[in-house]
């Protein structure tokens, strides 16, 4: 399968939940347009109370579809844009990616690859043992977070589901992602 998004959401307000949109305009250097999380400097509300000057790394928040499938699997209600992603993709391993990776989304918009979604206790209070289904181990015990990566909008643009995504790796050496 060719990697495609599959929804897009956004959402004005700080909650949980982010409402599945036709699309959604990506607007360089911001995020989402409309979206609470859109901005040049942080606006995730623990990390504004922590120092509201430092660069917003966060900008856009990706999930693989293959993440609902197996939540799912495993008895939780989520779908697109319940566990606060603005892009579900599908076909991708969007945790496998190198930092700064770039992705071209349909015919304009360019994101750059900062990290891992860290999962927080809000997923607990949307569906209790909701953190502990989006952490795991890999096998050598290191822990894996699954529960999406975060991007900033390098071009900005229109996105929809259906749009194809295309993969520029950075150069060599590539980095794992870490927390952001």
Same mark, same amino acid.
């Given at each position: 399968?060719?990697?495609?998004?599959?929804?897009?959401?956004?959402?004005?307000?700080?909650?949980?939940?982010?409402?599945?949109?036709?699309?959604?305009?990506?607007?360089?250097?911001?995020?989402?347009?409309?979206?609470?999380?859109?901005?040049?400097?942080?606006?995730?509300?623990?990390?504004?109370?922590?120092?509201?000057?430092?660069?917003?790394?966060?900008?856009?928040?990706?999930?693989?579809?293959?993440?609902?499938?197996?939540?799912?699997?495993?008895?939780?209600?989520?779908?697109?844009?319940?566990?606060?992603?603005?892009?579900?993709?599908? #076909? !991708?391993?969007?945790?496998? *990616?190198? $930092? +700064? %990776?770039?992705?071209?989304?349909?015919?304009? @918009?360019?994101?750059?690859?900062?990290?891992?979604?860290?999962?927080?206790?809000?997923?607990?209070?949307?569906?209790? #043992? !909701?953190?502990?289904?989006? *952490?795991? $181990? +890999? %096998?050598?015990?290191?822990?894996?977070?699954? @529960?999406?990566?975060?991007?900033?909008?390098?071009?900005?643009?229109?996105?929809?589901?259906?749009?194809?995504?295309?993969?520029?790796?950075?150069?060599?050496?590539?980095?794992?992602?870490?927390?952001?």
């Amino acid at each position: 399968m060719r990697p495609i998004v599959t929804a897009v959401a956004a959402s004005a307000g700080h909650g949980f939940s982010k409402v599945v949109q036709p699309d959604i305009v990506l607007l360089q250097g911001l995020g989402v347009q409309g979206d609470a999380h859109a901005g040049v400097t942080v606006k995730h509300r623990s990390r504004v109370k922590a120092d509201p000057t430092q660069p917003n790394l966060r900008q856009v928040h990706l999930i693989h579809g293959e993440l609902h499938d197996e939540l799912q699997a495993a008895g939780f209600n989520v779908a697109e844009g319940t566990l606060g992603e603005n892009i579900t993709t599908r #076909g !991708l391993d969007l945790l496998g *990616l190198p $930092r +700064d %990776a770039c992705l071209h989304i349909g015919p304009q @918009a360019v994101l750059r690859i900062t990290g891992l979604r860290n999962p927080c206790s809000q997923l607990d209070h949307y569906q209790k #043992g !909701l953190t502990a289904a989006v *952490l795991g $181990r +890999d %096998a050598a015990g290191n822990l894996v977070r699954k @529960a999406g990566i975060m991007a900033v909008v390098l071009q900005g643009g229109r996105v929809r589901a259906g749009d194809a995504i295309r993969v520029e790796l950075p150069e060599l050496p590539h980095f794992a992602l870490e927390r952001v």
